[in-house]
């Protein structure tokens, strides 16, 4: 509000004081409660669970309370058995996730770089992509037989293919003008590829290696549900044999809550990567 005197116009001094209120209550409240919206889903399927169970809407047998699976979970992490499983699952993950995640990165590099090389590879790539991981289970049993090398192998294909074709799509989306740059600078094809082309290309491999943990994470547990005798998938499968739907409901909220923890780290490092990128202004 501005007010009109013989000095000239002045301004209500007001106006701006409420608007600073205004925009404080906004900011405490995206800094507040904005991240809890995310639980309000949660929480409404967890009470329509609970008033369904104690009306008997839907049989214990095929779906526990909530308050009986929170016992099941304190009781398998007070014996170790739901830390033994986890620990089993993440070292699986790791080495097959790692492994992916290097061939991946290898052959994208290989292929971004060299056009022949692309139109040698990348139809045979494709082909092998697009069945799914579990579809070489069959040929893996003949193969390496029922056992950790199956496991780490159907991981480590389920990781690779995400992350070769990001690794690949952010080579060949780097400016020539970056090429150039680095012929200007003197750059030889080594510090071109180390200084110019994977810098630029850092955001869309990391989409990549973010997209191929949350497949490998996947895998695992498919593979743990067929083929395995340890791991969370594993315990899914003893519940449901023990008719313990219990135990099966807790191994899928793990599975979920470190699939959820995990994708969240690697955003978090993706998001500081695009920060980094634009202050850059690459």
């Known amino acids: 509000m501005s007010i009109e005197t013989e000095y000239g116009t002045v301004i209500h001094p007001a106006v701006p004081a409420a608007r600073t209120r205004r925009q ?20 409404v399927g967890l009470l329509v669970w609970q008033v369904g169970s104690a ?39 790791a080495a097959g996730f790692t492994l992916g995640s290097l061939a991946g990165l290898v052959l994208g590099a290989l292929m971004g770089l060299s056009e022949g090389l692309r139109r ?15 579809g070489w289970l069959p ?12 496991t780490v192998i159907v991981i480590a ?25 680095g012929r200007v600078l003197g750059f ?25 943990l949350g497949h490998a994470w996947a895998a695992l547990v498919a593979v743990e549900l067929l083929a395995s005798s340890e791991g969370l998938g594993y315990l899914m499968v003893w519940g449901r044999q023990l008719f313990q739907l219990d135990m099966v409901l807790v191994a899928m909220a793990e599975v979920g809550l470190i699939g959820l923890v995990l994708d969240r780290m690697l955003g978090l490092i993706q998001r500081r990567l695009d920060r980094w990128k634009i202050g850059t202004g690459s």
């Open 139 to 150: 040929l893996l049993m003949l193969a390496v037989g029922i056992g950790e090398p199956m």
């Open 120 to 134: 040698l590879v990348e139809p045979l790539f494709l082909a092998i992509a697009q069945v799914p991981a579990l």
């Open 55 to 93: 009306i008997g809407l839907v049989p214990i047998q095929i779906l526990p309370e909530p308050g009986f699976v929170l016992d099941t979970a304190r009781q398998l992490i007070a014996d170790g058995e739901l830390g033994h499983h986890t620990a089993v699952s993440l070292t699986r993950v």
């Open 188 to 212: 030889g094809p080594l510090r071109s590829l180390t200084r110019v082309v994977l810098p630029a290309a850092v955001p869309s491999v990391f989409t990549g290696i973010r997209s191929g």
């Open 157 to 181: 294909k389920a990781a690779m293919v995400p992350v070769a074709l990001n690794t690949l799509d952010g080579i060949r989306a780097v400016p020539a003008g970056f090429l150039d740059l």
């Open 24 to 43: 404080h209550g906004a900011s405490l409240f995206g800094t507040v409660l904005q991240p809890l919206t995310g639980l309000i889903l949660p929480a």
